[in-house]
């Protein structure tokens, strides 16, 4: 291809000096590396009298090169070219894109029209759109000659240049290619910089980490010796380790955590063989995502099921990956393990000791032998902490389904569990079994909760945590009247006949006073003939909801919740008033009813009352 020779004038020199005085300044300076390669992309199109010129810089793992400076260029030419980025393997020496082959052989080229020259059908469209016509390219090359980009230069018009253009052109290409490698080994330090300062950060923060475990184990023996229990370790270690912390047993029974609504062991994935793996292993663990490390311990002692302890730290996130456990971290894990292991030990002993002392109270109080010398019962009340004076809210928990298929209720492990809970009362609740059942008097002046707890009042707080401990398998049936443990018996006994009620579909607390007087007629009758005695009264009515889709057993009961008022009832179902009379007298009719009659009535709702404790058993299936 041929050219006419532009011989620079005279004129040009100053100008010509004082773009590489401009440009050099802007390589040793902290400039942005873009701004920089624009600049020089500038200075190419003044002194060479190009209308556009672009500074390609090529990523040598992805063969590719990108537009990272230019000058004339529009936005949208620059975008679509790095979208689908010029590829080294599209050219040889003698074909292919100007950019490409000058980055291939490391020398200046030159295409005076792309629309003549074969091998550029890629680009064409693109060029067009830009008005560009010919390209002059020149290579950038390292010290060590290794090519790093071009410094590309367009024209409007068909141009050839000589080899003074070229020349200049490959001198500011070397301005260029040595901006990127300044700017590259400014990155390099910055960075080595930054890794240093990090690593003496972490030194510092190692330091730190160990100078805090020193005193670690003696803070925890003190913290033992004082009696906080679990939760009190949890949250000492979880505020020393930064970290979140759950202590639960194998069966999944959450026995502490901090902070009290963590649930470490949640977010780990099921590891079936590993965990037994690790808790065979006695030793802190890593398990879980590689990003958000969790510290599986376990807790030493025989008791079944087994206890471990579970350890995040709260400073994970996405902006900041978590940093693993070291040594001294899990060594400090595993001392607290032996210091957890020794508190429940010592607290299962005191749970067991008490439920035995409570189980035995219970039984004095629901005997009129024993309670013959009633003055002696009292005393022994009083003297494990109970107020035989004061009133009490009677609470009858029974286990209405197992942690797994076919297991057995455990009275003696659910009352542990709510001994447990309620640790800090005073006065003390009586916590005892009775047959399958734990009865639980709870003091209506007892103190408030500690502060972990405060706020919370105690029969929740013993509902939450006979659930967690049977998996969800828990009821509760709370007594219609408050009592004296002196006068328990009585009302202690309409609780565990409504408890003999209860199935997996009941509520997860029933209060017999929300069926006022037709609550005490459960003193009337086994749980056998009450449920007996529902099924006869209901069953027909069941049925024909059930074959009819007429909702009547519904319908019943929200007429004796509105106070038999067929107005107030259409109003709770939606219906018109004639509707609810109409059910009335089908459902009448089918259970052989009179609703008239008073007794009748009484029948109906006695019926309800039983069917509501179980759970809805008449509702359409």
Known sequence: ???????????????????????????????????????IARQACELLDLQQCAVYVLDPESGTLQINGSHGLSPGYIERTNVEPMRLDEATARTGPPTARAALTGRPVFVESVFDEPGLDR?????????????????????????????????????????????????????????????????????????????????????ATV????????????LLLTDVGLAGIAAFLARRLDAEITIDDEDGTALAASPPDAAVHR???????????????????????????VCLVPIPGSTSPRARMWVRR???????????????????????????????SRLERRAEAEARLTKDLLADLLSPAAMV???????????????PRGSHELAVFVQVTGRSPGSRADPGRLTAALLDAARDIRPRPVVGAVGDAVVALLHTAADPLPDRRRGRALLPSLV????????????????????????????????????????????EIVRLADFGVHGLLLESGTSERLVRFAEQTLGPIAELDRTRQSDLVATLRAWFAADMSNREAAERL???????????????????LDLARPADLMTLQLALVVDEIRGGVARPS
């Not at 009633?374 to 109970?386: C, K, N, P, T």
Request: aromatic residues 2%.
């Open 373 to 387: 010398h009633a003055d002696s019962v009292m005393a022994r009340a009083a003297a494990l902490g109970h107020d």
């Open 1 to 39: 291809m041929a050219g006419t020779v532009l011989e620079p004038p005279e004129s040009r020199l100053p100008r010509w000096m004082e773009a590489m005085t401009e440009s050099l300044r802007a390589i040793n300076s902290e400039h942005d590396l873009d701004q920089v390669l624009a600049m």
């Open 464 to 507: 939450e945590r006979a659930r967690q401990v049977t998996g969800g398998g828990a009821r509760c049936v709370v007594g219609a009247v408050r009592v004296e443990l002196a006068n328990v018996e009585r009302g202690l006994t309409v609780a565990l006949h409504a408890a003999q009620l209860v199935t997996p579909a009941s509520p």
């Open 211 to 222: 100078a805090r475990l020193r005193d670690l184990q003696q803070e925890l023996t003190r």
């Open 314 to 344: 709260s400073t994970s996130g996405p902006s900041r990956p978590a940093a693993p456990f070291d040594d001294d971290e899990r060594r400090a894990m595993e001392g607290c393990a032996l210091l957890i292991a020794l508190e429940r």
């Open 574 to 592: 939606f219906v018109h008033p004639n509707t609810v009379g109409y059910r009335l007298k089908r459902a009448a009719g089918a259970a052989g």
């Open 123 to 207: 680009w064409r469209a693109n060029m067009a759109r830009e008005g560009l016509r010919a390209v002059v390219a020149a290579p950038m090359r390292t010290a060590d000659k290794s090519p790093i980009g071009t410094l590309t230069g367009y024209t409007r018009s068909e141009r050839a240049f000589d080899t003074a253009d070229l020349d200049q052109l490959a001198l500011l290409s070397d301005h260029a290619a040595a901006a990127i490698v300044a700017a590259r080994r400014r990155d390099r330090e910055r960075a080595a910089i930054g890794a240093l300062s990090d690593a003496n950060e972490e030194l510092r923060a190692q330091q």
């Open 267 to 293: 977010d780990v994935p099921d590891g079936g063989a590993r965990l037994t793996e690790v808790l065979d292993s006695g030793r802190a663990t890593e398990i879980g995502p590689a990003d958000t490390p």
